[in-house]
C-alpha cells in the first residue's frame, strides 16, 4: 500500500506542474472563445500550483513564474504579467540559469510586442550555444 502513495519528488513534480499550466496557457491562447474561460480556470489553477510548489524546488521556479505570467498577460492583467516575468528574470539571473533568462526574455518580447527583449534573448540563447533563427 505504501509504494502505491509514495510521494513524487520535487524536481518530477515541479516539471509536471510546469508543463500541465504551459499546456493549458497554449489551449487558453489558441482556444475559441466558447473553450476559453475553461481551460483559462485549468491555467490558473495549474500556475497557481507550480509558484506554491516551486518553494521545494527553487531551480524551478523561474519558469513557474514566466507562466504564471503569461497566465496574467492572457487574463487582461500586463501589469500582473510584467511583475511576474521580471521576477522570474531575477530569480534566474540570481541563480545563473541563463535559458530561463532567455526565455523569460522571449516571452516578454512576443507579448510585448519589444523587439530590445528578443534581441536580448536571442544574445543570451547564443550565450549558452542555442541558435535562434
Same mark, same amino acid.
Given at each position: 500500500?505504501?509504494?502505491?502513495?509514495?510521494?513524487?519528488?520535487?524536481?518530477? &513534480?515541479?516539471?509536471?506542474?510546469?508543463?500541465?499550466?504551459?499546456?493549458?496557457?497554449?489551449?487558453?491562447?489558441?482556444?475559441?472563445?466558447?473553450? &476559453?474561460? @475553461?481551460?483559462?480556470?485549468?491555467? &490558473?489553477?495549474? !500556475? +497557481?500550483?507550480?509558484? %506554491? $510548489?516551486?518553494?521545494? !524546488? &527553487?531551480? %524551478?521556479?523561474?519558469?513557474?513564474? +514566466?507562466?504564471?505570467?503569461? *497566465?496574467?498577460?492572457?487574463?487582461? %492583467?500586463?501589469?500582473?504579467?510584467?511583475? !511576474?516575468?521580471?521576477?522570474?528574470?531575477?530569480?534566474?539571473? +540570481?541563480?545563473?540559469?541563463? *535559458?530561463?533568462?532567455?526565455?523569460?526574455?522571449?516571452?516578454?518580447?512576443? +507579448?510585448? %510586442?519589444?523587439? @530590445?527583449?528578443?534581441?536580448?534573448?536571442?544574445?543570451?540563447? $547564443?550565450?549558452?550555444?542555442?541558435?535562434?533563427?
Amino acid at each position: 500500500m505504501a509504494k502505491e502513495h509514495q510521494v513524487i519528488e520535487p524536481h518530477t &513534480r515541479m516539471n509536471m506542474l510546469n508543463t500541465l499550466a504551459e499546456v493549458y496557457l497554449y489551449a487558453q491562447d489558441r482556444s475559441a472563445a466558447a473553450e &476559453r474561460t @475553461a481551460w483559462s480556470n485549468k491555467a &490558473r489553477r495549474a !500556475c +497557481r500550483s507550480a509558484i %506554491k $510548489a516551486s518553494a521545494a !524546488c &527553487r531551480a %524551478k521556479a523561474p519558469k513557474a513564474m +514566466r507562466l504564471q505570467g503569461t *497566465y496574467e498577460w492572457l487574463s487582461g %492583467k500586463p501589469a500582473a504579467a510584467q511583475k !511576474c516575468w521580471q521576477k522570474g528574470l531575477a530569480e534566474a539571473g +540570481r541563480m545563473g540559469l541563463r *535559458y530561463d533568462v532567455a526565455m523569460i526574455l522571449m516571452e516578454m518580447g512576443v +507579448r510585448l %510586442k519589444e523587439r @530590445a527583449h528578443l534581441e536580448q534573448a536571442r544574445a543570451t540563447f $547564443a550565450e549558452i550555444g542555442i541558435e535562434v533563427s
